[in-house]
């Protein structure tokens, strides 16, 4: 099985920084797909930014110049640096990645538990 841990998450004020982490661990052959999603309550989750295996990142226009994500292939592990945090960014946020399991080589999705962000004006 895959299990996806996040971290980082907090309370901050406005114009202050996060880093979010998502370790997944298990049986995996490979990671094809990384993203981190946020939700606000009577909100559907929203993506804020992604990774594809070996490709480039893709961003929500809301996070563009302020959020950065990464991924450490040796961890498998996902970074999400976030800069100059506004009061809007204050949700839930969710790490779902693609994962190839090394035994069936079958890919499927998980996502993390979610970690909480509060940005203060």
């Known amino acids: 099985q895959v299990q996806l841990v996040e971290s980082g998450g907090g309370l901050v004020q406005a114009g202050g920084s996060l880093r979010l982490s998502c370790a997944a661990s298990?049986?995996?052959?490979?990671?094809?797909?990384m993203g981190w999603y946020r939700q606000v309550p009577g909100k559907s989750r929203e993506l804020v930014a992604s990774?594809?295996?070996?490709?480039?990142?893709n961003y929500a226009d809301s996070v563009k110049g302020r959020f950065t994500i990464s991924g450490d292939n040796a961890k498998n592990t996902v970074y999400l640096q976030m800069n100059n945090l506004k009061p809007e960014d204050t949700a839930v946020y969710y790490c779902r990645s693609e994962i190839r399991n090394w035994n069936t080589g079958v890919i499927r999705f998980y996502w993390g538990q979610g970690t909480q962000v509060t940005v203060s004006s």
């Open positions: 298990g049986s995996i052959f490979s990671i094809e797909f």
């Open positions: 990774i594809i295996n070996r490709g480039s990142a």
